[in-house]
Nanobody, 128 residues
Framework: QVHLVESGGGLVQAGGSLRLSCAAS????????MGWFRQAPGKEREFVAA????????YYEDSMKGRSTISRDNAKNTGYLQINSLTPEDTAVYYC?????????????????????WGQGTQVTVSS
């Protein structure tokens, strides 16, 4: 069992930045690949970014490329998502998730039903 807790969300003006954290407890976090997803009001939850367990590969949704960075510190059992140049379209609840099975390729990490554990989410609100 892995327990995930997100933090770092809040209200930020357009153009600003946020660093979301995902603290893991339970089984060894380093054994899990990590993903970030988000759900905007009235929309389905969607993939944002993913990072393999050894931090060897990263994957980003197109709108996140070039302005976000996913990272992890396995010694601290914590994952991170830095998002810059925020826009109101980034307003959503952001979730981190852990995936035990390793695979390669972008499509492998976008499938929500392949993640084993989820956090409760942290709200990000971007004002214009």
């Amino acid at each position: 069992q892995v327990h995930l807790v997100e933090s770092g969300g809040g209200l930020v003006q357009a153009g600003g930045s946020l660093r979301l954290s995902c603290a893991a407890s339970g089984r060894t976090f380093s054994s899990y690949n990590m993903g970030w997803f988000r759900q905007a009001p009235g929309k389905e939850r969607e993939f944002v970014a993913a990072l393999t367990r050894n931090a060897g590969s990263t994957y980003y949704e197109d709108s996140m490329k070039g302005r976000s960075t996913i990272s992890r510190d396995n010694a601290k059992n914590t994952g991170y998502l830095q998002i810059n140049s925020l826009t109101p379209e980034d307003t959503a609840v952001y979730y981190c998730a852990a995936k035990r099975f390793y695979c390669s390729g972008y499509g492998c990490y976008t499938k929500q039903n392949e993640y084993d554990y989820w956090g409760q989410g942290t709200q990000v609100t971007v004002s214009s």
